[in-house]
C-alpha cells in the first residue's frame, strides 16, 4: 500500500474500467490511485490521476470540472510539459 505501484496498478485498472463503460469504477480507481501517490510524495503521477479524473468529467461533458482537475493537475507538477500542455 501507498507505494507507486500500488497507484500504478489503480491507474491502470482504471483505465480498464474506463474503457468497458464503467465510469462509477473509473472515477474510485483514479481517485484511489491519487491518494496513494499522494501519500508516496509520487507528484508526477499523482498528476497525471488528476487528468484521468477530469478525462472523466470531459467526457461527462462536466468541462468546468474538467478544467479544474486539469489546472490543479499542473498545480501538482508543473516541471513535465506534456502535463502543463494538457
Known sequence: PNTKLHGDLLRAHG??????????????D???AH???QAAG???SR??????????????????R????Y?????VFSDDKVITLT
Open 71 to 75: 489546472e490543479q493537475s499542473g498545480e
Open 47 to 64: 498528476a497525471m490521476a488528476l487528468q484521468d479524473i477530469g478525462m472523466i468529467y470531459l467526457e461527462a461533458g462536466d468541462y468546468d
Open 15 to 28: 483505465a480498464i474500467e474506463a474503457m468497458t463503460g464503467k465510469v462509477t469504477g473509473a472515477l474510485r
Open 30 to 32: 483514479y481517485q484511489r
Open 42 to 44: 509520487e507528484n508526477r
Open 66 to 69: 474538467t478544467l479544474a482537475y
Open 35 to 37: 491518494d496513494v501517490f
